[in-house]
């Protein structure tokens, strides 16, 4: 490998296996009992197939995992900072044991691997939150993907790939860590400067990797992680745009861009270890860290749940043994006297620097068309931006109205329908709640899981016409706060979520009742009504809430059409 970088362990482990044994697999795998893997899960096989995680040949057992977790090391000894495990249901333990061969398939059932299991086993995983994470806090959105999403049961084993998750977009920029090594030989680079990233880049970005290159005389692997990041971040197909945009305006022959199907954990100062010794199989001679790399909270407003710096500090203890040095990242500063971004830590108090857009200013110029300055981001990667981020009058939105029944949500619903299809600038769709259960729920009944289940089928087909531009008008009873906000949650990446609470009183709705549902449920003959003998559970913060009791009809209506005007959904 001449003066490149050594991949960690001495050799680059590669998990796929030749035709023939494909063939004698495939064949074979007839009997197997499967295992269809998530998305995140999905990642972590992509990652262990290629060699990323060098020198893994399979997922852990109990005792490497407990090594991992404690010292941070392999069985051997070996700097390992996080568990890679398989974690599958109750269920899917009972049908295993020592011996049995699985098929790994991706979402779609094809077979992607063959897993020889050697252990089945049940870990603690509070425990292990408290060493990954530093805490058991369900706060921690990692802590509670761990408690609450994952498998309570590990499967250990070595894995024989017979082929990559399949990916049909971007296929050049794909790149393993062995093409990736042979590009870096093939030009001459020996010392690599891996920078990561969910985010679109700007012109502080391109300084800051420039800099830094310069400081170690390195070139750049510009590496965006494609796999599972942030929620709310934007789609990857946008953010790949955004970087192509950007690498254009690099010097020639100094950047190398690729992607990387990473699932990342949010473990702070572990992970950014973690991410250290992955580059380092990619060919990597130096990281670049965030003074704040792999916190839960660095792309929000809430406070860091790691010290600032911690992540850094943390490889250095290891940057002898790993062969990879950690390069921090030094915030930039624009100054127009100078026409130029300059260290944060070298302006003086003479200067006059201009400070780059936070994540919320920049998507609300997004939002309402306004401005951005060439000095903060290229103008094509402004064009991509506003092409993912329209303006909100040419977004699709959603208005999602709840409360009980006879509250008026659905004659509102047909008013604003109305005024929608006169205004003409979107199609519109709406998805009364009666009629909902008649056309797409009518298997379900009345429980809180059947209930819960056809709210977020409401908030699916919702989300596809808010993502495409329309307006979806949604008027179900809507009962329990956990499927509301998971809708909110759902449409809100892809456009407009109003919630509105039409608050009419009990009383009044009872006394409309106009399909006999009061009547019947005080006698006893329907159970389960909500507001009688099922509770509605009253949205927290909802952006509009009307009392019909207090309003026309139409005045219910307009109230929803002024806020949307204010806030630039409509004209």
Known sequence: MGHLVEPHGGRLVNLLVDAEEQARLKAESVDFPSIDLNQRQLCDLELLATGAFSPLTGYMDRA????VLTESRLP???????????????????ELAPGTRVALRDLEGFMLAVLTVTEVWQPDKRAEARLVFGTDDMTH??????????GDWYVAGAVAGLQLPIHYDYKLLRLTPAETRAYFQKLGWRRVLAFDTTK???????EITLVAAREHNAHIFLQPIVGLTHPGDIDHYARVRCYDAIVGTYPP???LLGLIPLARRRAGPREALWHALIRKNYGCSHFMVAADHADPHAVSDQPRHYPRGAALAHIRQFQEEIGVQPVPLRPMVFLPARAQYVPVDEISEDDHPLEALAAGE???RLTHGLDIPAWFSPP????????????????GFTVFMTGLSGSGKSTIARVLLTRFMELGERPVTLLDGDVVRKNLSSELGFSRRDRNLNITRIGFVASEITKNGGIALCAPIAPYRESRRENRRLISQYGGYIEVHV?????VCEGRDRKGLYAKARAGIVRGLTGIDDPYELPESPEVRIDTSENTPDEAAEEVLLYLRREGYIR
């Open 64 to 67: 490497t995992c407990q090594r």
């Open 76 to 94: 051997d000894g070996l700097v390992w900072p996080l568990p890679v495990c398989l974690d599958v249901s109750a269920a899917t333990a009972r």
């Open 141 to 150: 959105p990692g802590v509670a993907a761990l408690l609450t999403e994952h």
């Open 200 to 206: 679109p880049l700007h012109n502080a970005h391109k």
């Open 253 to 255: 022959g100094s950047v």
């Open 362 to 364: 920049l998507r609300r």
């Open 380 to 395: 094509a990667v402004v064009e991509v931006l506003r092409r993912a981020y329209p303006p909100r009058s040419r977004q």
């Open 503 to 507: 608050a009419t009183p009990l009383a």
